[in-house]
């Protein structure tokens, strides 16, 4: 079998998958802090047919080998943390970060996850929530009779309660967390990430100190995903998955021209 074959498949199995995180991207264009993701790729094993460097003769070597390669795999999406924009919504607890850090989110079995999406609600009992539902950590609650919430730059959360101005109540301060590596977060969905050992562990702290970000209270930070990059990038993937695409062609016709001899 014609090694160009199996060499072109991959290529085109590794433009597939780039189509698929360019879609992916598409797709969450207007996902609340979702950070676009690109594809990163690798050579695959080369056949080692004349070794660069060897000896030709007693004085001499190779200036060049003979190496021949056997394609292309996808290793690893890479998630870009850049700043989205922030949008103005004007509710109240919807929450922006403008710069470094995550918003910490208690699951329901008690572990911690880490998302940008600030568009929180109160659920039942004035806890403030993501729109799944999860608490916000530390945990903020409203009480009964707020008439209006306030939350600083610094994450302090104060409310108004039966429209007392002169009296507000303290209810708690938001924390954001780091990580030295936020590429390494594993996204679970619901725009929620979890810490690996690729990441490392979190590192909390009130905004605005210590590099993290101010939380803009009556703004949401939108998707970080350039449309028009995204399709360049599509229209380029295309083109990589026709011309693999042809050399499987290619080399489909020069068999026939050996079944024909």
């Given at each position: ?31 609340n802090g979702y950070k676009r ?225």
């Amino acid at each position: 079998m014609m090694r160009s074959l199996w060499i072109a498949k991959t290529g085109m199995d590794a433009m597939q998958n780039n189509v698929d995180v360019i879609s992916h991207n598409l797709a969450n264009v207007a996902t609340n802090g979702y950070k676009r993701e690109r594809p990163i790729f690798d050579d695959l094993l080369y056949q080692n047919l004349r070794q660069p460097g060897g000896a030709t003769s007693q004085t001499t070597s190779l200036p060049t080998g003979l190496q021949l390669g056997t394609g292309v795999r996808t290793v690893a999406t890479a998630r870009i943390f850049e700043q989205g924009s922030l949008q103005n919504t004007e509710g109240q607890l919807d929450l922006a970060i403008n710069g470094v850090g995550f918003f910490q989110i208690t699951q329901p079995d008690g572990t911690t996850a880490y998302t940008r999406d600030g568009s929180f609600q109160l659920d039942n009992q004035g806890n403030v929530v993501t729109a799944e539902g999860e608490a916000l950590s530390p945990a903020i609650q409203v009480p009964a009779g707020t008439t209006s919430v306030s939350v600083g730059k610094d994450g302090t959360v104060t409310a108004i309660v039966n429209n007392v101005a002169s009296a507000p109540v303290t209810l708690g301060v938001i924390q954001l967390a780091t990580f030295i590596n936020p590429a390494g977060l594993q996204a679970i969905g619901d725009n929620l990430y979890l810490e690996t050992n690729a990441s490392g562990a979190p590192t909390a702290g009130q905004p605005g100190t210590n590099g993290l970000g101010a939380v803009n209270q009556g703004y949401v930070e939108t998707s970080n995903v350039n449309v028009t990059e995204e399709l360049v990038n599509m229209i380029q993937a295309q083109r990589a998955y026709e011309i693999n695409s042809r050399a499987v062609t290619t080399s489909d016709q020069m068999l026939q021209k050996l079944e024909s001899m």
